[in-house]
């Protein structure tokens, strides 16, 4: 089948490219390189020895979109801004990429007859909860632009789905870390926000002292929990998704593990994986942070059979892998 992966260029969309290459599939990718990387492209097309189609431009050209889509059957929608830090300081910028954006292609999609998507949703739209782990049905209140723009997305979905008979499947993922084996492709940790990035920056690059947000969690440890899952382990749940296209329908799922990992557990493993002690200090807790955000991944498990693979050492090993041999990302 030809797919359209729209944002192929980043750092989730490469590695799906890659799966997707493998499963034989022929690939268009579509990607402005605002966030992604031309580089990223070239090696996953490298990893699967099979070529793919590359189209430099944005979700919100509607040329572009057109181009894009001839002949495709499925699309893969990544193409997103996500820093939550700087969709609260410019919001606009969010709307008008995320969901403005996202508009103009889903009537290109129309236009073009491809009524098939599978959609990078995150788990930003549950805001704080006070039940975990966390379920689809849990009630929605994002607390950043970030997580607005990715509810907005899973209405506009409903919308074509109710009234233009599409098929959608909306992933909510949970914390993403990892990279691909090989230590071609991953996740640049110049610039990176989450934590395993900016625990392997401290040691590959600038040594600086990571701080832990809050020692007085209500946690066994102190320190915020997390649900991390393996990108390759994500990757694979996208083409499983794949199997929910065959009737008009929007499924939501989780993607996580549901297994919580502390501050400290993901530091003491970073540390593990790279033989050195990590340098950190403890500061207050940061205002609007969550102490646990834990996925039920459960309605993907009896839907599809799937299961994560891999553990929290095989994600900050294979990141560390990836910092090691790519020290200035795809430079």
């Known amino acids: ?11 989730i969309g490469a590695h799906v490219v890659v799966d997707l290459l493998l499963a034989g599939h022929d690939v268009v990718v579509l990607d402005d390189l605002s966030c992604g990387h031309a580089a990223a492209v070239t090696r996953a097309q490298e990893l699967a020895g099979r070529p ?46 995320n969901l403005a954006g996202m508009a103009t292609m889903l009537s290109a999609m129309e236009a073009a007859g491809v009524r098939r998507i599978v959609y990078s949703s995150s788990a930003a739209v549950y805001g704080t909860q006070a039940v975990m782990p ?19 997305g899973e209405e506009l979905l409903d919308w074509m789905v109710q009234r233009r008979g599409w098929a959608a499947v909306s992933l909510r993922y ?20 989450a934590l395993a990035p900016r625990v392997l920056r401290a040691l590959l690059v600038d040594q600086a002292r990571v701080t832990i947000f809050g020692t007085d969690w209500p946690t066994p440890d102190g320190t915020c929990l997390r649900d991390y899952i393996h990108v390759c382990d994500l ?47 403890e500061g207050p807790r940061r205002p609007g942070d969550m102490y646990s955000a834990v996925a ?22 294979s990141a560390w892998r990836w910092g090691v041999e790519n020290p200035e990302g795809y430079r």
């Open 52 to 97: 793919c189609e590359f189209i430099h431009g944005s979700i919100g050209d509607a040329g572009a979109m057109t181009r894009a889509l001839r002949g495709v059957g499925v699309v893969f929608h990544f193409a997103a801004f996500k820093m939550v830090d700087q969709s609260m300081a410019k919001p606009e910028l969010y709307f008008q990429n």
């Open 296 to 317: 039920d991944p459960s309605r993907f498990r009896e839907a599809f059979g799937f299961e994560a693979r891999l553990g929290l050492a095989d994600m900050v090993g």
């Open 134 to 152: 966390i379920v689809e049905g849990a009630p929605l209140g994002p607390e950043n632009p970030y997580g607005l723009t990715k509810k907005h």
């Open 235 to 281: 990757s694979r749940a996208h083409l499983v998704a794949m199997g929910a296209l065959d009737t008009p329908s929007h499924h939501i799922f989780n993607v996580g593990t549901g297994r919580p990992h502390s501050v400290r557990e993901v530091i003491a493993a970073c540390g593990e994986a790279a033989g050195r002690d990590v340098p950190f200090v």
């Open 174 to 193: 949970f914390n993403p870390v990892g990279a691909h084996p090989s230590g071609r492709i991953g996740q640049p940790v110049e610039g990176a926000a």
């Open 1 to 11: 089948m030809r797919v359209l992966v729209t944002g192929g260029a980043g750092y």
